[in-house]
């Protein structure tokens, strides 16, 4: 078998060594004749922009979970697979968990500044609500591991189906959801139905002081009526993910005080953890099965 590593020298770079050892009987190029491939592993930044000439090739393997950079490509009508990477997710989990914690704790609320400050006790994890919005693999991830501290967990999603441990809810009833929502952590996918979905009248329909974590997709978030709503009794918000990245150093958000900016670092796919789920798509590819994680186009994901 012949797979195409399409992505920067960069990458090449950090996923050569792990996926030769995942992959002992596939032979992974740069180049040549495209009819001579039987996948394409790839992630952008890399030189195929027309996939029409790889007309063997059954599987083209994301190296990235999101995939709205390629999913709309006209050319690409091979199966299109998207990385779900166990490293990534436990990154993701991580992130989320750490600043739903600052959150809770209000650790911000102690300045060193001589003060001493005991009047404002944080409740129980128990008792602070948290909605985690998109129950893919990632947000899965974090809400077992929210659970696992004791938040009390709703989860929403476009099919609503059910979650072990978590309040289950579609997005129709997001609506509803939100003024519970001490806590929002936003993990949608980029499609044309989630941009905006936070506009300024849903963003008013939470709780005062609630915090809301994004390290999604920019996109979910009308920035304007995100700064709105924070002058208006929002509490904070974590950002990891923006409209246009890196986010230019005049942006309102960099100087608002209640917004963190964080440079897109939420969860990253590590190549040692995610070879091995290359190795196991090609695998099914060579043995005529289906491979795992394939993105509907109609959904975007």
Request: hydrophobic share 40%; aromatic share 6%; with cysteine.
């Amino acid at each position: 078998m012949r797979a195409r590593f399409s992505a920067s020298d960069e990458a090449w770079a950090a996923w050569q060594g792990p996926l030769r050892e995942a992959c002992p009987g596939v032979e992974f190029a740069r180049d040549g004749d495209p009819a001579g491939f039987d996948a394409i592993i790839y992630a952008p930044g890399g030189d195929i922009e027309d996939f029409t000439p790889y007309r063997n090739v059954g599987l083209v393997q994301s190296l990235w979970a999101g995939v709205e950079r390629i999913v709309t490509n006209r050319t690409l009508t091979q199966p299109l697979a998207r990385m779900v990477d166990p490293g990534l997710a436990r990154g993701m989990a991580e992130y989320c968990t750490g600043w739903a914690m600052r959150a809770h704790l209000g650790m911000d609320r102690y300045a060193q500044d001589g003060v001493w400050r005991n009047g404002q006790i944080p409740p129980l994890a128990t008792q602070r609500p948290v909605t985690v919005l998109g129950m893919g693999e990632l947000g899965r991830a974090v809400a077992a591991m929210l659970q696992g501290v004791g938040f009390p967990v709703t989860g929403v999603s476009h099919s609503g189906r059910p979650v072990e441990g978590a309040t289950m809810h579609g997005v129709a009833d997001l609506d509803a959801v939100l003024p519970g929502s001490d806590i929002l952590i936003c993990l949608l996918p980029d499609t044309p139905r989630t941009r905006n979905l936070l506009d300024a009248r849903r963003l008013a329909l939470l709780p005062e002081g609630a915090w809301l974590i994004n390290p999604g997709r920019g996109t979910l978030i009308d920035d304007t009526a995100l700064v709105s709503a924070l002058d208006g009794g929002l509490g904070h918000a974590v950002l990891d993910v923006f409209r246009s990245e890196p986010l230019a150093p005049d942006h309102p958000f960099w100087a608002h005080r209640q917004v963190t900016v964080t440079p897109h670092i939420a969860a990253e796919t590590r190549p040692r953890t995610a070879a091995p789920v290359v190795a196991e798509n090609l695998r099914r590819l060579r043995d005529g099965r289906a491979p795992m994680f394939l993105v509907d186009r109609d959904r975007g994901y």
